[in-house]
């Protein structure tokens, strides 16, 4: 198996599972022409998150990492009237791409984009009693992920549903020898996950047409 046959399956199972998307398929061509890396879900990946979202009847979610706000879009979908995605974004060129493209898809009243560093703008949620959130997708810088673990559990309910994107490294993740700090900060993430007894928590190996991947998923028990 190699990257043409995860790709050929991902696209069979998007042209198969997935209508035409024509807001979806600009967001994606607008965060290109503004040169913002293709760092985004996969098609297949967003209608993950989407009925996860749905599943867990989410009307409040925090997402920590917008980038173009592709993987939000899908997310605030999954809202029902009057519920919210609280999405975090460090990089304000990021922000206004993803606020044009929520816009388009008519969500921005669902929709709050907050610029800043995660870890800065996180205990201002808190603070303005946006928590609890239903879910929470954390897709951001990996060296943070412990930071945001704990934030998650500040912002959460029990039943709360905590996502994490990009644990495999490629492979790296199984290395406890490994130096390189997004691979340090997704290990650390897993102890913190495994050491509390709040937390039930799982972990996915995947493959697809963004490659060999996986995320993590937990829920809040107390
Ligand atoms: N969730 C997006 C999607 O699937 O469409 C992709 C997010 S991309 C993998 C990671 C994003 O996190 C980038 O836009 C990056 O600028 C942002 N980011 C990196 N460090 C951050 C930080 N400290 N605080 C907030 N956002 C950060």
Redesign the pocket.
Known sequence: MNQDTWSRVDHYFCDALLPDDPVLTAALADSDAAG??S???APN??QLLHLFARMQGAKKIL??????????IWLARALPEGGQVV?????PR?AEVARINIERAGLSHLVDVRV??????LPLLADEGLAPFDLV?I???KP?NPQYLDWSLKLARKGTVIIG??VVRNGEVANPHSEDANVQGVRRFFELMAANPRLRATAIQTVGSKGYDGFSLAIVEG
């Open positions: 913002l890396p760092h985004h879900v990946q967003g997402e920590i990492g917008t980038l173009a706000g592709y993987s939000t999405s975090l974004e460090a990089n990021n800043g560093r995660a870890i800065d703008t997708f897709d951001a810088d943070s994107d990009n």
